[in-house]
């Protein structure tokens, strides 16, 4: 019994660890609109914006490239991409730039850095 309970201490702290671990890492590549505009300036041609051609047509950040993320070929496209590069996103609000930035994780890109609180809260500060 005492092994038990020993190995499921143990097996919390460590959940406990890995997920304080991937919020701290997560956090790290959630830039605020003044960390994002300083860095993204440098990288431009890694500027990507998530949203539709319609919502990029009403107004961007900078030399963003529009790269659907709703559409099928958004990972084929971003594929033009060096995956050890840095790459920056944004969306409207940030859920779609959440959900791309995990994507292009799971694709093998290492630094995908996101805009906290989208387009949105850029052009309302």
Request: overall charge negative.
């Amino acid at each position: 019994m005492m092994i038990k309970t020993l190995f499921l201490t143990v097996m919390l702290s460590s959940l406990s660890l890995s997920a304080s671990y991937a919020q701290e890492n997560n956090d790290k590549f959630l830039l605020n609109k003044e960390s994002f505009e300083v860095i993204s300036k440098d990288n431009k041609s890694n500027v990507i914006d998530v949203r539709t051609a319609k919502e990029f047509s009403e107004g961007s950040i900078g030399e963003a490239k529009n790269i659907d993320f709703l559409k099928e070929d958004f990972i084929d496209q971003m594929k033009q991409f060096d995956k050890q590069e840095p790459i920056y996103i944004f969306c409207k609000s940030g859920k779609r730039s959440a959900k791309a930035k995990q994507a292009l994780v799971n694709e093998g890109f290492l630094q995908v850095y996101e805009l906290d609180g989208g387009y949105t809260k850029w052009i309302e500060e």
